[in-house]
T-cell receptor, first 114, second 113 residues
Framework: DTEVTQTPKHLVMGMTNKKSLKCEQHMGHRAMYWYKQKAKKPPELMFVYSYEKLSINESVPSRFSPECPNSSLLNLHLHALQPEDSALYLC?????????????FGPGTRLTVT | GENVEQHPSTLSVQEGDSAVIKCTYSDSASNYFPWYKQELGKGPQLIIDIRSNVGEKKDQRIAVTLNKTAKHFSLHITETQPEDSAVYFCAAVPTSGTYKYIFGTGTRLKVLA
């Protein structure tokens, strides 16, 4: 099973709202990723967690706050977003050891900021 | 910085014909090269990958070739079908350190019935 699940599927929020995106995997993967994808563009890396610790922050604005409560879960907390933050937010996971480099993506959360 | 060039940006083929998408990478430390298919409204799906110690890999109608000297790798789809229509992304990955994926810009493939 190579399934990564994400909730919600769609989210509409105002610029003053606080919301959270959730991601879950049960493959025992130790690295988890958040990507942002704009239309007709490749995924753009935001954050990487490795063994539940934040290992990469690609200079993402502080209105995006990641959290990794345990090895299976990844959250992205959203606050005071801007309309330009509207995009597809993708979660991915990877084994990251034993020579396994495949990343598996979830279906994404389509975020619209009004 | 590291980058991956991907061509063409759009590709239309008749059903049953072959399609080829090419990528060129810059980072010599890249040793793993996955290909993803992304259908409308869905997340990217890993369809095939290749490692730097292999020159070619095939899985049914899909094949990937790698020329590490020239830093080129390509996706070949034979006997295309309408359900192959999607956006395809290549990526180059260094297999040490961060394992950060460097994605190509994507190719929109349309298979015409």
């Amino acid at each position: 099973d190579t399934e990564v699940t994400q909730t919600p599927k769609h989210l509409v929020m105002g610029m003053t709202n606080k919301k959270s995106l959730k991601c879950e995997q049960h493959m025992g993967h130790r690295a988890m990723y958040w990507y942002k994808q704009k239309a007709k563009k490749p995924p753009e890396l935001m954050f990487v967690y490795s063994y539940e610790k934040l290992s990469i922050n690609e200079s993402v604005p502080s209105r995006f706050s990641p959290e990794c409560p345990n090895s299976s879960l990844l959250n992205l907390h959203l606050h005071a977003l801007q309309p330009e933050d509207s995009a597809l937010y993708l979660c991915a996971s990877m084994q990251s050891d034993r020579g396994s480099y495949e990343q598996y993506f979830g279906p994404g959360t389509r975020l619209t900021v009004t | 910085g590291e980058n991956v060039e991907q061509h063409p940006s759009t590709l239309s083929v008749q059903e049953g014909d072959s399609a080829v998408i090419k990528c060129t990478y810059s980072d010599s430390a890249s040793n793993y090269f996955p290909w993803y298919k992304q259908e409308l409204g869905k997340g990217p799906q890993l369809i095939i990958d290749i490692r730097s110690n292999v020159g070619e890999k095939k899985d049914q109608r899909i094949a990937v070739t790698l020329n590490k000297t020239a830093k080129h790798f390509s996706l070949h789809i034979t006997e295309t079908q309408p359900e192959d229509s999607a956006v395809y992304f290549c990526a180059a990955v260094p297999t040490s350190g961060t394992y950060k994926y460097i994605f190509g810009t994507g190719t929109r493939l349309k298979v015409l019935a």
